[in-house]
Each structure stands twice: as structure tokens, then as C-alpha cells.
């Protein structure tokens, strides 16, 4: 497959993709949501059900796993960033570090040491440290394939796509596999725990082989020259997020939407056994998390040439907020409780307004690289990764930590498999609808403050480019002189 750009109509750094190579890209997404949509989604409930962890420790383990992140991202994104492998820039550690995030992946459902907490820890924490380093190089790699806002655009939405795509294949199949595999026929029992990891294995081999397909269609063009790259050190991650207001603002956000879906992930599979007490309607219910990503992602570059990128924040945010209100109703008014079809339609309509307001924010991360750039004269685009990459962990964090602490408090029993109190299906429907809809309200503020509309990136971008050639025009009548 020809990886170099089409070079007809572009100026330079701003290349235009081929369908394959932006399908090549996006299924690098495809792959690590293969992997770590079912920790998002499941990890908790078959700690809490199956390993046989308390709500509460399993939390803490959360929090702790999120804290050695803070630590790791930086040193990851510094690294990538000094460094030039034979295999890519940045496209190298889809197979360096995709190798041991599949086995970490495999091993965090196993349950030969079930109970054990030492072992938890060691697999969770190594699942993380490899996913950050595939996905902070990952991320970084968007930003290396082009400067054009519109390629970005179709870009994120192609690599959106194929995430949710992931999305679906695990909300959908992972209740299905494991279910079909589980003696008992259920998901949250101490029998199935072989065949959650009999279907992780089956994830996570899948998604290595996507992470290969992406390394072969993909290549960094848009990066710093390895003379400058010398330069970059950990510490830049903090000067970075002083300086550059835009990424502030959009790691804010990273943080807000990604605790607010994470909550609601963590819960859904508690909200679908104990609160409408209809588990096998699980896989449908998981899997309109995903499905609106099919009919409106396509529709995002339209969208947003139409009203502009904060209105459509605004817009969809609010279709989210207002699923999330259906989903509170229909659980707590008597007359609607039996009506599973609402439940879906409610689930629907969040999972619309989710799902392009979160898909389009990493839309922005190339821009906020660019802007850095401007202001500083390096594309550090590792160091950014990392710096977003640490809220949106934190962010993942909180579904964890949240819902654990939320079930513990409110005496949720591990050993039950199909009943549980009043207050505890109250704690639930808070983790699915209200603590959520309130973070939702909290983004909208945020993403009010983000600076960078269109036509000044494009401006931004421009003069990058003019610098440069500058730059070079001068290097080249210094050798002449010489």
C-alpha cells in the first residue's frame, strides 16, 4: 500500500488521506477499545461478582492504578518524543507496546489467584502501563499525519467510527460470549469466571492484530526535526499546561466527559440486573452506547460547518442530559418501571448526545499541538498526548473509584446475583442518570471557554508552515553564500 501523500492541490503539511490509510488509522481505536472498553465497562462488576473483591477495595485499587499514571504518562510522552525508532516515530509502539497490553488484558480476567489482591494489582497496573504506551504514541500520531482542519475532522471522524465500533463489539458480545461460555449461564457469578477469560482472550488477540494492520497503513510527517527533539524533557508537560490555555481548557474537559462516561459504563450492568431486573437485555442496552456512533459520526463534518464546533458541543451535550433525565424517570415512576423499551429509547438518545460530543473532542488535540507550537516554536505532540492523557485516565479513574465507593456506601452484596435493597438501586440509578447529567453540565461550562475556532487554527497552521519555509529558504542561501 503507498503511504506518501497525495502531493496535487497541498501545500506542505497539509497532506489529504486516503480512505484506507484513515480506516488504517482508525482501527488502532478499534483495537485498544477492544481492550479497554471491557475494563471500562466490566472490569468492576467481575472483581466485585466473579474475583470476589469488596466494592470498596476494589476502588481504591482504581484510584491507586490512576495515581501511578500521573507518574507514567509524562515519561512516556517524553520518551516518544526524544526518540526516533526504526519503526516510526510514533507508530512504533503500536507493536512494542501492544504486545504486552494483550497479555496484561488476558491475564487481568483470570481467576487462578481469584481473590488474591496482590495479584490484581500487578495485572491492572501493568494493563495500564502498556496502554498508556500505545495510546499516548497513538494519540500523537494523529497529529503527525496532517495540519489540514478538515482532513482532522474526517480523520476523527473515521477513527470515532471504528471506536465505537469496538464499543459495540464489546457492549454487545462481551455479555453474549460470556454468558454463552458460563456454566451457569450468567455473567456476574463465581462459575463464569473462565469464560470471561476465555472472551478477553479472544479481544485482545483480535485487537493486536488490528494494532498491526494500523502500524502498516499509517506514517508521521507533520513532526519535530530530531535535532529539536534532543531537547524535550518531562518537565515540559507542566510547562506546556501553564502556558497553553486552549490545552488547559480541553484537559479539563478531557476529564469531566470521561468521568461522566466512565460512571455511567461502570453502572450500566448494576442498573440492567438490579435496578430493571432484565439482565438479558443487557447486550442491547450495552450496546446503544455504541450504535448512535453509526448513524450521526458520518454526519459530524456537516454538523459542524453548519452550526460551528462549540454550538455542536452545546447541542448534543444537552440530547445527552435529556436521555439521562428519561433513564431517571422511567426508573423511579411506578407506571413506567416494566417498560424496557423506554429504558432502550432513553439509553438511545444519551448515548447520542455522548457519543459525538466526546467523539469530536479529540478533534481538538491536534489543534491544541498546533497552538503550542505557535507559541513556542515545538510540536511536542507526545507530551501533549500525555498531558490529556493523564485526565483522561483520571477520568476513567472516577468510574471506577465513584461507583465502587457509591455501592459501598449504600451496602451493595457482592453475592447476590439478582436482587439488592432500595437504597442500593438508588445508588445505582445515581451512577447511571444523575451524577452523569450534573458532570454533563459542568462540560458545557468548560468547552465554553475553548478559543480555537476554525478559521484561527487555520490561520495558526498557516503561519507554521511559512516559518518553516522561511526557515529553510534561509538555511539553503547560508550553504550558497558558503
Not at 205 to 231: N, P, S, W, Y
Request: glycine residues 8%; neutral net charge.
Amino acid at each position: 500500500m503507498n503511504l506518501q501523500p497525495q502531493l496535487s492541490g497541498e501545500s506542505k503539511g497539509f497532506y489529504k488521506l486516503s480512505w484506507v490509510q484513515r480506516i488504517g488509522f482508525g482501527s488502532g481505536d478499534l483495537a485498544q477499545n477492544l481492550i479497554y472498553q471491557v475494563i471500562a465497562q466490566y472490569l468492576l462488576i467481575f472483581y466485585t461478582n466473579v474475583y470476589g473483591l469488596p466494592p470498596a477495595t476494589a476502588a481504591v485499587m482504581f484510584l491507586i492504578v490512576r495515581l501511578v499514571d500521573v507518574i507514567w504518562d509524562p515519561i512516556v510522552g517524553a520518551f516518544v518524543d526524544k526518540r526516533h525508532p526504526k519503526l516510526g516515530k510514533y507508530r512504533a509502539y503500536l507493536i512494542l507496546g501492544g504486545i504486552p497490553l494483550t497479555g496484561f488484558a488476558i491475564l487481568c480476567f483470570w481467576t487462578g489467584f481469584s481473590g488474591s489482591l496482590l495479584y490484581a494489582y500487578i495485572t491492572y497496573v501493568g494493563l495500564s502501563l502498556s496502554y498508556t504506551l500505545v495510546n499516548v504514541p497513538y494519540g500523537a500520531l494523529n497529529a503527525s499525519l496532517t495540519r489540514d482542519t478538515d482532513e482532522i475532522t474526517k480523520l476523527t471522524s473515521v477513527r470515532m467510527f471504528m471506536a465505537n465500533l469496538g464499543g459495540l463489539a464489546v457492549a454487545y458480545g462481551i455479555p453474549i460470549v460470556v454468558k454463552s461460555l458460563s456454566p451457569d449461564g450468567k455473567i456476574n457469578s463465581l462459575e463464569s469466571g473462565n469464560a470471561w477469560f476465555i472472551t478477553m482472550t479472544i479481544y485482545a488477540l483480535t485487537g493486536l492484530a488490528l494494532l498491526i494492520f494500523c502500524f502498516t497503513q499509517t506514517k508521521e510527517r507533520v513532526v519535530m526535526d530530531e535535532e529539536e527533539t534532543k531537547q524535550v524533557k518531562v518537565s515540559d508537560l507542566w510547562k506546556e499546561f501553564v502556558r497553553n490555555r486552549p490545552l488547559r481548557v480541553l484537559a479539563f474537559f478531557f476529564i469531566t466527559a470521561f468521568a461522566m462516561m466512565s460512571i455511567g459504563n461502570s453502572a450500566g450492568s448494576y442498573y440492567m440486573i438490579y435496578n430493571v431486573k432484565a439482565p438479558d437485555w443487557l447486550p442491547y442496552f450495552a450496546a446503544l452506547g455504541s450504535i448512535p456512533a453509526f448513524i450521526f459520526l458520518p454526519m459530524v463534518p456537516a454538523i459542524k460547518r453548519a452550526i460551528g464546533k462549540k454550538q455542536m458541543f452545546y447541542v448534543f451535550l444537552s440530547i445527552a442530559i435529556v436521555g439521562m433525565a428519561m433513564l431517571y424517570i422511567v426508573s423511579v415512576v411506578p407506571a413506567l418501571k416494566s417498560k424496557v423499551w423506554l429504558v432502550l429509547v432513553a439509553q438511545f438518545i444519551k448515548s447520542t448526545g455522548v457519543i459525538v460530543a466526546t467523539g469530536y473532542m479529540w478533534a481538538l488535540v491536534p489543534e491544541v499541538i498546533s497552538f503550542g507550537e505557535y507559541v513556542t516554536g515545538r510540536r511536542i505532540s507526545g507530551i501533549v498526548n500525555a498531558l490529556t492523557g493523564i485526565f483522561f485516565k483520571a477520568g476513567m479513574a472516577l468510574g471506577g473509584v465513584v461507583p465502587g465507593f457509591v455501592l459501598a456506601f449504600v451496602g451493595f452484596d457482592e453475592k447476590s446475583t439478582a436482587t439488592q435493597s432500595p437504597l442500593v438501586e438508588q445508588g445505582i440509578l445515581w451512577l447511571v442518570a444523575v451524577i452523569p447529567a450534573l458532570l454533563l453540565m459542568l462540560a458545557m461550562f468548560i468547552i465554553s471557554k475553548y478559543e480555537l475556532e476554525d478559521d484561527v487554527i487555520d490561520e495558526i497552521n498557516r503561519e507554521i508552515e511559512a516559518r518553516q519555509a522561511a526557515t529553510s529558504n534561509d538555511n539553503e542561501n547560508e550553504i550558497i553564500e558558503r
